[in-house]
T-cell receptor, first 110, second 116 residues
Framework: KQEVTQIPAALSVPEGENLVLNCSFT??????LQWFRQDPGKGLTSLLLIQSSQREQTSGRLNASLDKSSGRSTLYIAASQPGDSATYLC?????????FGAGTRLTVKP | GAGVSQSPSNKVTEKGKDVELRCDPI?????LYWYRQSLGQGLEFLIY????????KSGLPSDRFSAERTGGSVSTLTIQRTQQEDSAVYLC??????????????FGSGTRLTVV
């Protein structure tokens, strides 16, 4: 059974800092890995999707990497802003099974 | 539709009543998931539909929970005899395909269920 772990559980940084969120998974036979953002009381917004054959994806200030062999992904956020404050979730999909980590709660202080 | 639509957005019900939650996936998406997120917790898988195949019900927490998907499109999650521990946000997601790495999942905004 796939297990997904996210570290740290919470992170607080001053505005402007670059930061890295970590996601690890136990079964490397994945179809893809997806990073989501969730604002309090809201649904999930997809940020980046990395296919199993890819190593990284970039969107604006966000860069996600994938190392299947080691079962790890990182989400890099450059020049963080207060509007980036949210919970970030990673999810891995294999077969018909999508498993989520518990998330990292990010606070960016002005 | 342009996105995954869930209704109602909020539902308050009395303990013991039945509730129905609706998910309208993106048109043409064959894969549909239901998840539950309790306050401060991660996402808990409930049930998965893929086309006309038998659904994967392995995540349903009890026999009070059931779901159906009519015509391969709209899905309804039914909770019978609701309990206070059923209070959570119920999220629905859909995807065009299952067994490909090319597609991610799009989530709806969720239904916040409160059992009083």
């Amino acid at each position: 059974k796939q297990e997904v772990t996210q570290i740290p559980a919470a992170l607080s940084v001053p505005e402007g800092e670059n930061l890295v969120l970590n996601c690890s998974f136990t079964d490397s036979a994945i179809y893809n890995l997806q990073w989501f953002r969730q604002d309090p009381g809201k649904g999930l917004t997809s940020l980046l999707l990395i296919q199993s054959s890819q190593r990284e994806q970039t969107s604006g200030r966000l860069n996600a990497s994938l190392d299947k062999s080691s079962g790890r992904s990182t989400l890099y956020i450059a020049a963080s802003q207060p509007g980036d404050s949210a919970t970030y979730l990673c999810a891995v999909t294999n077969n018909n099974d999508m498993r989520f980590g518990a998330g990292t709660r990010l606070t960016v202080k002005p | 539709g342009a996105g995954v639509s869930q209704s109602p957005s909020n539902k308050v019900t009395e303990k013991g009543k039945d509730v129905e939650l609706r998910c309208d996936p993106i048109s043409g998406h064959t894969a549909l998931y239901w998840y539950r997120q309790s306050l401060g917790q991660g996402l808990e898988f409930l049930i998965y539909f893929q086309g006309n195949s038998a659904p994967d019900k392995s995540g349903l927490p009890s026999d009070r929970f059931s779901a159906e998907r009519t015509g391969g499109s709209v899905s309804t999650l039914t909770i019978q005899r609701t309990q206070q521990e059923d209070s959570a946000v119920y999220l629905c997601a859909s995807s065009p395909r299952r067994d490909t790495s090319n597609y991610g999942y799009t989530f709806g905004s969720g239904t916040r269920l409160t059992v009083v």
